[in-house]
């Protein structure tokens, strides 16, 4: 991993992003310089100053604060949602390609072809629009779209993996299913795992944006960078700092989970290295 | 070829029949009771009881389905529930405007990404190559809602050349077909470099280059063709998404197409219309990528023997 940094600079910053992020979101209520709930009417709209850095929003509300604990809330969606979906569509996936049969067939057309049938963005719309709004059924809604992509990575993996020797060794020596699964199986395909976890963050953290943006997010007053966009939105001409800090925060964090992402996809794949 | 496309075309049909189940169950998944969350907090039992037996949720559940799955048939996808009009004409009146823009994301898209894409592939490994390379990562990472609004400020706002919103003559449509269509161009421009990467390797390629044709020529008559196969797969596949990006879009832009229905079905909680959108992008969606098939199939008839 440390060659990987040394050699790839895209790669370096978008660890040292993710690294600063992390600090960010779990230390976000000591860092603050304000209170980001706390309004503040005659300072409305004002831009940035030295007081107030990234200015204020139409309450009044400092939005460096408000920034600095969105990142703790887009960083707490994305790590979960990698989380359930990675555990559940693995584990999903993994034992359907490794036992095969009726449970492959049921696993591939039933969980990952409906799935995957509707666009995730729109899986996830659909989803939060009718489960309501609020933070666990966010979660949730955001899980259940990302499990199809591991589902099906997983059982490609595993669907090769089991076939090598070692595996072959294992039966051999008498191993028993899930040990040979667990133990043998399942630590040889967490490479390209780590690579759409990185991924899949970056997606998580944008479609939580979106579904925020469009008001299926996170409720107000806690502050989601996509709720903020869309609060900034009817200030475009009286306030674009509104706009403009939010989406600087956004696609920094998404671009250096890319880059992460990315630079782990070439480095564990050197074949893409050479194209 | 009519085989081909058969076998595909009956190999959709699961795929819609899933797609139009989880579309019904989806109004079965509200927590608590959908229709006293149609009418909002309050509202008066005798009420509820009237919209449910109107939306006919009062009925065993599988003799709802049956009578979705018959509407459907006749292209009845109910009516909407705060104005009361049928959601097909809704939808319809909608979604041209949907398909001008997506139209448009993607001419947008090809017209940023083939040139940046050949360019990135031919100057492999220089700096210009790492730009187009970083440009396309930030493309990928800037979500429409941001990418609009920052391009509002810009074009709208500071320079004053095009308008804020709404739909209109051709320049209405540059704004949002950009935003729609710049995470497109980012996802195309990879495709082709990598496409064209492996293309110029090979020896037509070098027979093209010792007959002594110009470079030009070459890259674009010789390389470029060949090297579109599978970007038309990405782009297809792509162009169904791009229905659903355009949720997001419609919304920054004011425009008046199926994704701002969808929007403001979500915020009326208007179920049945809601239902209508979802099942009409999904359907496009596997429309699109069913159409994908059958263009590749004929562009590369490979593809029909395998």
């Not at chain 1, 370096?12 to 860092?31: D, E, K, R």
């Not at chain 1, 408000?66 to 994305?78: K, Y």
């Not at chain 1, 899986?123 to 499990?147: E, H, K, N, Q, T």
């Amino acid at each position: 991993m440390s060659s990987l940094l040394r050699r790839n600079k895209l790669a370096a910053f978008g660890f040292i992003v993710i690294c600063s992020l992390t600090f960010v979101a779990l230390f976000a209520p000591w860092i603050m310089p304000y209170d980001p709930s706390v309004q503040d009417l005659a300072s409305r709209l004002l831009g940035p100053s030295w007081d107030h850095p990234f200015g204020n929003d139409e309450l009044g509300r400092d939005i460096l604060s408000r920034v600095l604990l969105g990142a703790r809330i887009s960083m707490r969606v994305g790590a979960m949602v990698v989380l359930l979906s990675g555990i559940f569509g693995v584990l999903i996936g993994g034992i359907a390609g490794y036992v095969g049969g009726r449970i492959d067939t049921f696993v591939t057309v039933v969980v990952v072809n409906s799935l995957m049938a509707f666009p995730g963005v729109l899986l996830a719309i659909a989803l939060v629009a009718f489960l309501g709004p609020g933070i666990d059924r966010l979660i949730f809604a955001l899980s259940v779209v990302g499990l199809a992509g591991y589902a099906r990575l997983a059982r490609g993996q595993v669907l090769k993996v089991k076939t090598l020797e070692f595996v072959e060794a294992a039966i051999a020596l008498g191993a028993s299913g899930p040990r040979i699964f667990f133990l043998h199986v399942l630590p040889s395909i967490i490479q390209p795992i780590l690579v759409q976890v990185s991924i899949g963050m970056a997606a998580a953290i944008m479609f939580e944006a979106s579904l925020s943006f469009l008001g299926l997010g996170i409720a107000p007053p806690a502050p989601s960078w996509g709720a903020m966009l869309n609060d900034g939105r009817g200030h475009l001409f009286d306030a674009p700092h509104m706009v403009v800090f939010p989406s600087v925060a956004l696609v920094l964090t998404v671009l250096s989970f890319n880059f992460l992402g990315d630079a782990l996809r070439d480095w564990l794949d050197p074949k893409s290295l050479k194209s | 070829m009519a085989a081909f496309l058969l076998r595909r075309l009956v190999l959709t049909i699961p795929v819609v029949w899933i797609v139009v189940t989880l579309v019904f169950a989806l109004i079965h998944i509200v927590p608590g009771d959908p229709v006293a969350q149609m009418l909002g907090e309050g509202a008066p039992q005798p009420e509820i009881q009237k919209l449910r037996h109107e939306l006919g949720l009062d009925l065993p559940l599988l003799e709802q389905y049956r009578i979705y799955l018959l509407g459907l048939l006749r292209g009845d996808l109910g009516t909407s529930f705060r104005n009361q009009e049928s959601v097909l004409r809704a939808i319809a009146t909608r979604y041209p405007a949907t398909i001008q823009l997506a139209a448009a994301a993607i001419l947008v898209s090809l017209i940023l990404s083939i040139p940046a894409g050949v360019v990135s592939a031919v100057k492999r490994g220089t700096v210009l190559d790492s730009a187009i390379g970083v440009f396309s990562l930030l493309g990928l990472s800037l979500p429409n809602f941001a990418l609009g609004p920052l391009l509002i400020l810009l074009f709208s706002i500071f320079l004053g050349v095009l308008p804020v919103s709404g739909r209109g003559g051709l320049a209405h449509l540059i704004l949002p077909a950009i935003t729609l269509g710049g995470g497109l161009a980012a996802i195309t421009t990879r495709m082709v470099r990598s496409s064209m990467l492996e293309e110029i390797q090979q020896d037509y390629i070098r027979t093209a280059r010792a007959k002594g044709l110009p470079e030009r020529v070459v890259l674009f008559r010789h390389a470029l063709r060949n090297g579109m196969l599978p970007v038309v797969t990405i782009l297809g596949l792509q162009a169904g998404a791009l229905l659903a990006g355009a949720i997001i879009t419609e919304s920054v832009f004011a425009w008046p197409g199926l994704g701002r229905l969808t929007v403001q079905a979500i915020n009326a909680r208007d179920y049945p219309l809601l239902q209508g959108c979802i099942l009409t992008i999904s359907l496009s969606y596997i429309l699109v990528n069913l159409l994908t098939d059958a263009i590749y199939s004929v562009v590369d008839p490979r593809i029909r023997y395998e």
